[in-house]
């Protein structure tokens, strides 16, 4: 590759090592600022794998950590007015998901507790009351909106058990109990973000957490994770110029078959903003004498769930489902198959109108998952 080209995103989610090495970083922060300007916020967001959530979590981690330090020329150095930092307890459920029992979540939950949680200035007393307790207790007594709590991936645990359902109900328990204090004590928190790739509505794990926005389909927030095609001319114009000359192709004939491959998701209720799968664009980037090759595969869980196609190689099927069928979708013992593709980023919200969503195949590389099994 020309050294003159600033490094692929490919390597890290961590926000400070990508400006650290110079990587093309996509300036999400003007959306970022919105959602984490206002003081107590509460919120959930839903993206299928490979979407950026993870890089999300880091940046936000970075700017309540250290100020506008590491967002010199981004758009949101000129924006945050804060200038005071932050305690951030940023967890991982995914860390959390390989477990063959109950006992053993419950040792992998407890030590990613104590270890995030002490970061923060909580100290853990083994033989008194259990851990949940106590950290409610410390929340309970830290200064008002002083602390940052941010949790990545957390409907892992439960996916991991998803077909086990004696261990089901037990980590759903469990976590109940920890986001029900997370709610109870949240006085404390400045701001609160979850992101995860399915909701919990039919599980109870958030009962009573009635201040918890559910961004997921909100149209401000359709291209907040995902690359827009401008933002895909604009901050890869090397790459793109150099993907056209290997392949043999005109730009504009480059973007209409990355699009074809690579794009048409839409995560908004209006069905207004249309962006493209970054994992798949960096690696097409990164290799483009490869092709238009497929960069993701399906798990067996979900083509369990598959709910039947004539013919997924044309990628032409669509389905109709209720709008809030999207907004209040399932993650259960039966979950229901169209809202968990379409979770899962199988499928995508190709229109919108009445209440409804048309949804369907939101490029070949979907399409073509399907079609080899």
């Given amino acids: 590759m020309p050294t003159e080209l600033p490094p692929l995103p490919l390597c890290s989610s961590s926000f400070p090592a990508f400006r650290k090495e110079g990587a093309v970083y996509v300036d999400k922060t003007v959306q970022i600022a919105s959602i984490c300007e206002p003081v107590g916020v509460q919120i959930f967001l839903t993206r299928p794998p490979r979407f950026g959530k993870t890089l999300l979590l880091s940046t936000i981690e970075t700017l309540f950590r250290s100020g506008v330090r590491d967002f010199k020329g981004l758009a949101i150095e000129k924006l945050w007015q804060e200038t005071e930092t932050y305690r951030v307890v940023r967890l991982d459920f995914s860390d959390v998901s390989d477990f063959a029992d109950y006992p053993g979540f419950v040792r992998l939950f407890e030590k990613a507790l104590i270890d995030r949680f002490s970061a923060a200035g909580f100290v853990y007393h083994a033989g008194l009351t259990d851990l949940i307790t106590q950290i409610g207790r410390w929340m309970e007594n830290q200064p008002d909106a002083s602390i940052v709590v941010l949790i990545d991936d957390c409907d892992a645990p439960l996916t991991a058990c998803l077909h086990r359902p004696d261990v089901f109900n037990d980590v759903q328990l469990l976590l109940s109990r920890f986001f029900q204090k997370m709610k109870t004590r949240s006085g404390c928190l400045r701001f609160f973000f979850i992101t995860g790739a ?100 399906l798990s067996g869980a979900l083509l369990n769930a598959w709910p039947g196609l004539d013919n997924p190689a044309d990628g032409s099927q669509t389905w109709l489902v209720p709008i809030n069928h999207l907004q209040n979708s399932l993650l259960s013992l039966e979950p229901d198959p169209l809202t968990q593709l379409y979770e899962a980023g199988c499928l995508t919200i190709r229109s919108a109108e009445d209440g409804y969503a048309v949804l369907g195949f939101p490029n070949k590389e979907a399409a073509s998952s399907m079609a080899q099994h």
């Fill in 198 to 297: 399915a909701k919990f509505c039919n599980t109870g794990i958030f009962t009573g957490f009635n201040s918890l926005e559910d961004i997921s389909l909100q149209t401000n927030c359709g291209t907040l994770l995902g690359f827009t095609e401008e933002e895909i001319r604009t901050n890869f114009a090397p790459y793109l110029d150099r993907a056209a000359k290997v392949l043999g192709l005109a730009k504009p004939s480059l973007i209409e078959k990355l699009r074809e491959n690579y794009g048409g998701y839409c995560f908004d209720r209006r069905a207004l903003s249309r962006v493209y799968r970054p994992w798949s664009v960096l690696k097409f980037l990164e290799q483009p004498d490869e092709g238009f090759k497929s960069h993701w595969r």
